[in-house]
């Protein structure tokens, strides 16, 4: 199946291919033709699947194709980051519709609340809000939801644990009576469904299941002072035996550090990362395809993109950042129902990062004991751990409003 089953206006199609998709995931296979039938629907989806391009093309597609312009589209989410990434996706397949949008959150100064109020009056089709800022933009009268006929719910399971149950009900009954409720959450708890259950009118329903890693890898994880790392890792690398190993870690200097440190151990390896030509990144990909090296460290981008046979070890020297990223990770061994190992180094501060993995995948990992010489660890104690900070805004600028002409 293409994008081009769904048969898009051709102005949604041209945003759809300049953002490089082209294939569907499972729930906008399923979802797109039940939203664009116009049914209630609810979703049971995490984050990495493809939700928000699920719900927010067949509504694009309905907005294009309306005679008369009002608000149209109202997106709830959890945060202001989820909001932001929503608004930019919107920007991204709108870029030839004419269509407009506009995040609304709180934590801004007077400012921010003023160029919020100004946007709204100049007219907008779709505002993606977080629950308490848009109850005040309500109150302020600057929003007129007569003409709302899609509200979709993002990330609804968050949003009640963050306690957003009775302003996303008061946000409701601000709404009209006929429109269509798009109810989008990664768990389904009896609280969801009874506010599902409240909300939708005979809804659809569509479940993804996530994403898990193969059966045959053997998962460990060793809680590891960064100091600790580099003699840990020589360590398991001179007792292995396997013919073929990776070596991830988050970032690109760590990377470099890696490829610089371990040649010590004499095994035949390279780090591979962006500041490399791209001729010297195929070849040391082809050379590790041949076994000629035996161990490879890359970041991230080389957990999606490489598909090579026999890798019987994965060593995560980090915990990734996204718990989608584990599961790429060591999805590189065990390739084709053969046997893996993964290994997964956790320092204090990537406990909470890891749980949230092990959430994921639905099992707890087991913690390998450190080998005496390396020294002692400390407890798994993922609750008593902040995470990292929340990177910025990637594009590092505020939006306010824009409505781009149709081209
Ligand atoms: P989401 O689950 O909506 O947060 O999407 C996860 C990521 O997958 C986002 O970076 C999307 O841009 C990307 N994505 C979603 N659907 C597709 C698709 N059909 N083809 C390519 N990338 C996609």
């Excluded at 797109?32 to 927010?56: E, F, R, V």
């Excluded at 949003?159 to 009576?177: S, T």
Aim: glycine share 6%; hydrophobic share 35%; with cysteine.
């Amino acid at each position: 199946m293409t994008f081009e089953d769904f048969h898009f206006d051709a102005r949604l199609q041209d945003g759809l291919s300049s953002m490089g998709y082209d294939k569907p995931t499972p729930i906008q296979e399923q979802a797109i033709p039940l939203i664009s039938a116009k049914h209630d629907l609810i979703a049971c989806a995490q984050t990495g699947t493809g939700k928000t391009a699920a719900y927010l093309l067949p509504i694009l597609n309905n907005i294009i194709n309306s005679d008369h312009r009002h608000l149209n589209t109202l997106i709830i989410a959890p945060t202001r980051e989820l909001a932001q990434q929503i608004d930019q996706q919107v920007e991204g397949f709108a870029y030839f519709t004419g269509v407009s949008s506009i995040p609304i959150y709180g934590g801004g100064d007077g400012a921010t609340w003023d160029q919020q109020r100004k946007a709204l009056e100049a007219g907008v089709d779709i505002i993606i809000a977080t629950p308490g800022r848009l109850i005040a933009q309500l109150a302020s009268g600057v929003i007129d939801l007569k003409y709302v006929q899609h509200l979709v719910l993002d990330e609804a399971d968050r949003m009640l644990d963050m306690g957003f149950h009775d302003d996303i009900v008061r946000i409701i009954k601000a709404l009209p009576e006929t429109k269509q409720t798009l109810f989008f959450s990664a768990t389904m708890p009896p609280r969801i469904r009874t506010l599902a259950n409240r909300i939708l009118r005979n809804p659809q329903e569509v479940n993804i299941a996530i994403s898990k890693p193969a059966e045959g890898i053997v998962q460990e994880a060793y809680l590891v002072r960064d100091d600790q790392k580099e003699k840990l890792a020589t360590k398991l690398l001179k007792d292995s035996d396997y013919s073929s190993i990776l070596i991830f870690a988050s970032t690109k200097e760590k990377v470099k550090q890696l490829g610089r440190l371990l040649p010590k151990i004499g095994l035949p390896l390279k780090a591979i990362h962006s500041d490399l030509e791209q001729t010297e990144r195929e070849e040391i990909l082809r050379e590790f395809k041949n076994k000629k090296l035996k161990l490879l460290i890359g970041t991230d981008v080389l957990s999606r993109g490489i598909d090579v046979e026999g890798i019987g070890l994965v060593i995560n020297y980090d915990v990734p950042p996204d718990p989608e990223d584990y599961i790429h990770r060591i999805g590189r061994t065990a390739r084709a129902e053969s046997t893996g190992h993964a290994i997964t180094f956790i320092n204090e501060h990537d406990q909470r990062r890891f749980f949230q993995i092990e959430k994921l995948i639905g099992k707890e990992i087991t913690k390998t004991p450190l080998p005496e010489d390396i020294g002692t660890s400390f407890e798994y104690s993922p609750e008593s751990r902040s995470a990292h900070p929340k990177k910025p805004n990637p594009s590092g600028r505020k939006k306010f409003f824009k409505r781009r002409p149709a081209k």
